[in-house]
């Protein structure tokens, strides 16, 4: 349905920012979310924020709330995700994930996934 190809990971240090990238392809309506999941070692994957690809609505997690920002654009069919003050605690495997219909937090309510990029935030 929608292949999601995944850019923009990295080592940065503590305080740094990187903006991870993901662009959608062969999606057949605009009803769709998207989301930037992470998943560190020995750890549950975990929603980090979400993005309702009509109309914008945002979710976020309280661990990084203020720091990072996700956004879209509807003539590129990418979904972007602004990380600021990066913490090593931030450290994982980011994924982003696109699902028919309303914004869901659970990683197993999501059809379509990315192969992943690392983030490494060293202090």
């Known amino acids: 349905q929608v292949r999601l190809i995944e850019s923009g990971g990295g080592l940065v240090q503590a305080g740094g920012s990187l903006r991870l990238s993901c662009a959608a392809s062969?999606?057949?309506?605009?009803?769709?979310?998207m989301g930037w999941f992470r998943q560190a070692p020995g750890k549950e994957r975990e929603l980090v924020a979400g993005?309702?690809?009509?109309?914008?609505?945002?979710y976020y997690a309280v661990s990084v709330k203020g720091r990072f920002t996700i956004s879209r654009d509807n003539a590129k069919n990418t979904v972007y995700l602004q990380m600021n003050s990066l913490k090593p605690e931030d450290t994982a495997v980011y994924y982003c994930?696109?699902?028919?219909?309303?914004?869901?937090?659970?990683?197993?309510?999501?059809?379509?996934w990315g192969q992943g990029t690392q983030v490494t935030v060293s202090s």
């Open positions: 994930a696109a699902r028919r219909g309303v914004l869901m937090l659970s990683s197993r309510d999501y059809e379509n």
């Open positions: 062969g999606r057949t309506s605009s009803n769709y979310a």
């Open positions: 993005i309702q690809w009509s109309g914008g609505s945002t």
